[in-house]
Nanobody, 119 residues
Framework: QAQLAESGGGLVQAGGSLRLSCTAS????????MGWFRQVPGKDREFVAS???????RYADSVKGRFTISRDNAKNTLYLQMNSLKAEDTAVYHC?????????????WGQGTQVTVSS
């Protein structure tokens, strides 16, 4: 059974940085679409960033230029480097992975890690 486990969340001041990690187990995600979503209580889940099987990245407009998604295939780990954090980035961040190599179906979800940005 594939599992995704996020880490690296925490409390940071506005303008600071955090790096989230997502370690996969149970299967290899190195050539499958993966990404990050975030959720604030009472609101819908919001797309943050994604990587295709070929390594192309896409970002939400709200994080473009501040966040960078990457992965280490040897470690089966996905990362999200978050710089210039703002209070509105406060959310639970979830790592997602796809079962299909060519379509971002996001069948697997991690439990999430809390990011809190103080203003």
């Amino acid at each position: 059974q594939a599992q995704l486990a996020e880490s690296g969340g925490g409390l940071v001041q506005a303008g600071g940085s955090l790096r989230l990690s997502c370690t996969a187990s149970g299967r290899t995600f190195s050539t499958y679409p993966m990404g990050w979503f975030r959720q604030v209580p009472g609101k819908d889940r919001e797309f943050v960033a994604s990587l295709t099987w070929g390594g192309s990245s896409r970002y939400a407009d709200s994080v473009k230029g501040r966040f960078t998604i990457s992965r280490d295939n040897a470690k089966n780990t996905l990362y999200l480097q978050m710089n210039s954090l703002k209070a509105e980035d406060t959310a639970v961040y979830h790592c997602v992975g796809s079962r299909d190599r060519f379509w971002a179906t996001y069948d697997y979800w991690g439990q999430g890690t809390q990011v809190t940005v103080s203003s």
